[in-house]
C-alpha cells in the first residue's frame, strides 16, 4: 500500500467534494507543567528495577521531550510507551525533585 493512502482512515470513496478527512486521534494541546501531577510508581521489569511515570497530558513531541530530558538529567536508559515514562534503575527522589523543579506536581 501506498504511503498517501495510510491516513485515510477506511475512508474509500466519497462524493462530497468539500469533504476533509479528520485524523481519529487529535494532537493534545500541552498543559503547563504546575497544572499537571504525574504520578511516579517502582516496578521491576526484567528482575530489575525502574520508574514508571503515568499521566502526562499534552502532545506525543511534549511528552518525547520530557523522556529525554530525564534520561540526560539522571544518566540512564528507558523508552516512553504507552503514555507512560519508564526510567531504569531506582531513581525515586531523584527524577521526583527533577520534576517538581521544572514544576509539575508529584505523587508517588
Known amino acids: 500500500m501506498s504511503n498517501k493512502n495510510k491516513n485515510k482512515s477506511g475512508i474509500v470513496y466519497s462524493t462530497n467534494p468539500v469533504y476533509v478527512i479528520h485524523s481519529l486521534q487529535e494532537e493534545q ?8 501531577k504525574l504520578y511516579l510508581r517502582r516496578e521491576v521489569r526484567n528482575g ?9 497530558v499534552g502532545n506525543i513531541d511534549g511528552f518525547k521531550q520530557l ?12 523508552s516512553a ?3 507512560d515514562i519508564i526510567i531504569q534503575g531506582d ?5 521526583k ?3 517538581e523543579n521544572l514544576g509539575f506536581k508529584t505523587k508517588g
Not at 530489575?48 to 502526562?56: A, L, T
Open 29 to 36: 494541546e500541552t498543559v503547563p507543567p504546575n497544572l499537571q
Open 48 to 56: 530489575k528495577p525502574c520508574i514508571v511515570i503515568k499521566e502526562f
Open 67 to 78: 523522556e529525554r530530558n530525564i534520561k540526560s538529567h539522571c544518566g540512564v536508559g528507558g
Open 81 to 83: 510507551k504507552d503514555g
Open 91 to 95: 531513581l525515586h527522589t531523584k527524577i
Open 97 to 99: 525533585l527533577y520534576l
